[in-house]
C-alpha cells in the first residue's frame, strides 16, 4: 500500500509540531511505518538561507516573493524524497507546507494567484489539517523574525482560515487539552489509513 502524505497546518506556537509526533508514534505503534517531517527542511541549501533570515534578528531584506520563492524551491528539492518515502509505504506526517506558504506570503503582501501558481506543481497532500486558535505564547522563539508579531500573526491565522476554507482542510480547534485535540485528529485520520483502529 502507498503511504499517505498528512499535512498539520496552523500558526506558530498553535502545537502542531506536539500533535503531528503524537500522531507518528501512535501510527507507528499500530503497525504502520510513519515518519515527522517538518518544512522547510533546514538541513539543505535553501533551509539554511530561510533559517538564517528567520532567525537573524534583523529585518527580512528580500522582497516577500523571493522569499517564498525560496520556501516553494525546499520543497520543490525534496519532492523526490518524499515521494520515494510515499512509494515505500511510509505515512509522512508533515508540519507546514504549501499553505503555509500561500498564508505567510499573502499576509507579508505577496500576490496570493501567483503564489498558488507557484506552487501549483507541487504533490498534494492527501489530508490537510488545520489546527486553529489562540497561539501558546510561552512556546515564542525570542529572535524569530515573525513570532514577536501579534499583528502578523492575528492576520497570517485569518489567512490560514481563509485558504483552509477555499481548500477544504479539516479544522480542529487547538485549544483543548492535548490529548482531546490528539482524538480528534486521529477521527480524521482513520477515514484515509486501511484498517487502522
Known amino acids: 500500500m502507498p503511504g499517505k502524505f498528512i499535512v498539520i ?20 505503534q499500530h503497525g504502520y511505518k510513519a515518519e515527522y ?16 533570515i528567520l532567525r537573524s534578528d534583523k529585518k527580512q531584506k528580500l522582497t516577500e516573493e523571493e522569499f517564498q520563492t525560496a520556501y ?29 506558504g500561500l498564508a505567510w506570503g499573502s499576509a507579508k503582501g505577496a500576490d496570493y494567484e501567483k503564489l498558488k501558481r507557484q506552487n501549483s506543481d507541487l ?21 524569530h523574525l515573525h513570532e514577536r508579531d501579534a499583528e502578523l500573526i492575528a492576520k497570517v491565522r485569518q489567512r490560514h482560515l ?24 486521529l477521527k480524521l485520520v482513520k477515514p ?4 487502522l483502529k
Do not use: C, H
Not at 498534494?124 to 497561539?135: H, T, V
Not at 484515509?192 to 484498517?195: N, R
Open 9 to 28: 497546518y496552523g500558526i506558530n506556537n498553535i502545537g502542531k509540531s506536539t500533535q503531528a509526533k503524537k500522531l507518528v508514534e501512535y501510527l507507528n
Open 37 to 52: 517531517l517538518k518544512y522547510p527542511i533546514y538541513d539543505s541549501l535553501t533551509g539554511r538561507k530561510i533559517s538564517e
Open 72 to 100: 516553494y524551491r525546499n520543497r520543490k528539492d525534496y519532492e523526490p524524497t518524499l515521494k520515494k518515502k510515499l512509494a515505500d509505504g511510509i505515512i509522512i506526517v508533515a508540519e507546514d507546507y504549501i499553505g503555509t
Open 123 to 143: 504533490l498534494k497532500e492527501d489530508l490537510a489539517i488545520l489546527m486553529d486558535g489562540e497561539r501558546f505564547v510561552q512556546a515564542m522563539e525570542e529572535k
Open 162 to 185: 481563509d485558504i483552509g476554507k477555499e481548500f477544504g482542510w479539516k479544522k480542529v480547534k487547538a485549544n483543548q487539552p492535548e490529548d482531546k485535540v490528539f482524538q480528534d485528529i
Open 192 to 195: 484515509i489509513i486501511p484498517f
